[in-house]
């Protein structure tokens, strides 16, 4: 792989993880384990995610934020707790992808995957919060179940083709610039800036 593959990886697996951490380390882990994706000699590095033990919690995660996902109230609490996880361990995967033995490149994809990891998830949070405010919970389901459904198929192709994995990573940054755009005017037209009346009664008379 070169640097750019590496790069689209890396970029891949930190959007992913933003939006299903746990799901996308146990898949990355699982498939490692099962020889189901061999992954070339640099990344190597990354055989530390089929350890029984990552394959374990991240596995209970993985079933944690399932069901969590699906309730409203929930999901709203669980996005909040894990504002800070989902970035740096987004930022992690990305370091533990490029090479150990260049630093440049290390600060780069640590930097640019925690901010990936961030702007997917802040586009999640912000989009589930309008979607749990219906009082009715199929929508919520359904939303969750084709996260669920995108993760899973994304993660495989971002392994199975490297270049694949550039187009997905640029693919769903352009997704999560739209999605907080997107929830940033919908914020503006539910909660306008107050608009300053003027005296009606007009200046005073002489």
């Known amino acids: 792989m070169g640097i750019i593959e590496l ?8 959007l992913l993880s933003g939006w299903r951490f746990y799901l996308t380390i146990f898949a990355t882990g699982l498939a490692m384990h099962f020889d189901i994706v061999p992954l070339p000699e640099n990344l190597q590095m990354l055989d530390i995610l089929a350890n029984p033990w990552i ?3 991240s596995a209970l995660g993985a079933v944690a934020e399932f069901f969590a996902d699906k309730i409203a109230w929930l999901d709203s609490i669980w996005d909040g707790i894990h504002t800070l996880v989902r970035p740096v361990g987004g930022a992690l995967l990305a370091l533990a992808i490029v090479d150990s033995s260049d630093p440049t490149w290390q600060v780069i994809a640590f930097l ?3 901010g990936a990891a961030f702007a997917s ?3 999640k949070a912000s ?3 309008a979607v749990n405010t219906s009082p009715e919970p199929f929508s919520n389901i359904v939303v969750s179940s084709v996260e669920d459904v995108a993760t899973g198929g994304l993660l495989v192709l971002a392994f199975a083709n490297p270049i694949a994995a550039l187009l997905i990573a640029l693919t769903l940054l352009a997704l999560a610039i739209w999605g907080l755009w997107a929830g940033y005017r919908a914020f503006r037209r539910l909660f306008p800036k107050p608009v300053a009346h003027q005296d009606s009664q007009g200046p005073p008379q002489d």
């Open 55 to 57: 394959l374990g919690i």
């Open 127 to 129: 989009a589930r919060a």
């Open 7 to 14: 790069l689209g990886l890396a970029a891949s697996l930190s």
């Open 121 to 123: 998830h802040a586009t």
């Open 112 to 114: 640019l995957g925690g």
